[in-house]
């Protein structure tokens, strides 16, 4: 993957269409996908501590985290240690979407194309910003390199399995890149989807999240 794009980041630039600018999927759970990707940032960061389902912060530099996304969701955790990580998510998934959007433009691989008034979120609708991809030749070796792991069988590292599962648990399977039939990709991605790779190097951290993840989607009956 792309080394200084956050994995909110690459989900965002698969789900976008590069032409209109527009999200492909449902805006809901690309939100919610890229909310879960910033309380696994805080995982690989070492940030985030996990007990019985409960996560924690650990070090006071994780709210300033340079990533917006990051910061917010490691300031939810630390100031509503009541809430559940289903609540977090919704929480701040607004939020991680604007921030993964105002990355990609600072990066230079998508251009803010405003028409009317802005949307929060970005969301879409009369009036909405939209973000044509410039950075195609980033975007087509994002997407060989998930061939590569998907068809062809080569290991993933942790942030490239960690981006699989959270496209495949938040139903944006059709981001991902379409080979023609592939029985074997099929396999490969529920086996990493499920945990049997580098991911779950993470342990309880992302499982707790998929599950979290899994049940903010199942909530809003999408």
Known sequence: MTEDLTIGEHIVLL???????????APLRVSLAVSAAAL???????????RDGTFGIAGASAS??????????????????GETPRERLMAVREQALDAAYK????KGLVRERKRGRRVLGGFGGFGSVRYPVTGVSEL?????????????????????AA???LLDHAGLRAVLPQD???????????AIAEGHGAAAALGDTIRTTIAALSLAIA???L
């Open 219 to 221: 909530s809003t009956a």
């Open 64 to 81: 300033a985290s340079v990533d917006p996304a990051v910061a917010a969701m490691a300031g939810r955790v630390r100031n509503h240690p």
């Open 163 to 165: 981006l699989i599962t």
């Open 40 to 50: 696994l940032e805080l995982g690989f960061s070492g940030h985030l501590t996990e």
């Open 103 to 106: 990355g990609l433009v600072e």
């Open 180 to 190: 023609s039939g592939a029985e074997a990709s099929e396999d490969r991605l529920n």
């Open 15 to 25: 789900a976008l269409d590069e032409k209109t600018g527009t999200l492909r999927e």
């Open 140 to 160: 087509t070796a994002l997407r060989g390199e998930l061939t590569a792991v998907l068809v062809r069988g080569q290991e993933p590292d942790e942030r490239v």
